[in-house]
C-alpha cells in the first residue's frame, strides 16, 4: 500500500521556523516529482513548494519564496520542506503530494498530482 505520511508540524511564534518531513512507503519516489501544498479554512489548496524528480528543480509560491525549502532525498524516499520566518498567515494544513510521471518536470497544479498525504498542522500565533 503507497502511503505518504507527513510530520513536523505543530504551533510555533511568528519569526519561528519548522520543518517538515514526509515519508513514503510502499513504493519508490525517486523518480517522481513531489511537492508540498496548504490549505487553510475557507481557501483553496495552493502549491508551496515542488521540486523535479531529482530535486534539482525548484518552484515555490511567491509568499513563501525565500522563507522556505524543499529538498527531496531519494535514497531515504523522502521531501523536505523547511519553513523559516513564519507568519500567522502560514497557517494551514500542508500536504505533501507526489506526481507520478516518470522523470517528470514541476507542476504546481494540484491535479497533476496522484498521492496525497493525510496533512499535518501548521499553526503561527502572532
Known amino acids: 500500500q503507497v502511503q505518504l505520511v507527513e510530520s513536523g508540524g505543530g504551533l510555533v511564534q511568528a519569526g519561528g521556523s519548522l520543518r517538515l518531513s514526509c515519508t513514503a512507503s510502499g513504493r519508490s519516489f525517486s523518480a517522481f516529482p513531489m511537492g508540498w501544498f496548504r490549505q487553510a479554512p475557507g481557501k483553496e489548496r495552493e502549491c508551496v513548494a515542488a521540486?523535479?524528480?531529482?530535486?534539482?528543480?525548484?518552484y515555490y509560491a511567491d509568499a513563501v519564496k525565500g522563507r522556505f525549502t524543499i529538498s527531496k532525498d531519494n535514497a531515504r524516499n523522502t521531501v523536505s520542506l523547511q519553513m523559516n520566518s513564519l507568519k500567522p498567515e502560514d497557517t494551514a494544513v500542508y500536504y505533501c503530494?507526489?506526481?507520478?510521471?516518470?522523470?517528470?518536470?514541476?507542476?504546481?497544479?494540484?491535479?497533476?498530482?496522484?498521492?496525497w498525504g493525510q496533512g499535518t498542522q501548521v499553526t503561527v500565533s502572532s
Open positions: 521540486t523535479s524528480w531529482s530535486g534539482g528543480s525548484t
Open positions: 503530494a507526489a506526481r507520478l510521471v516518470t522523470y517528470g518536470g514541476i507542476t504546481r497544479e494540484k491535479g497533476d498530482y496522484t498521492y
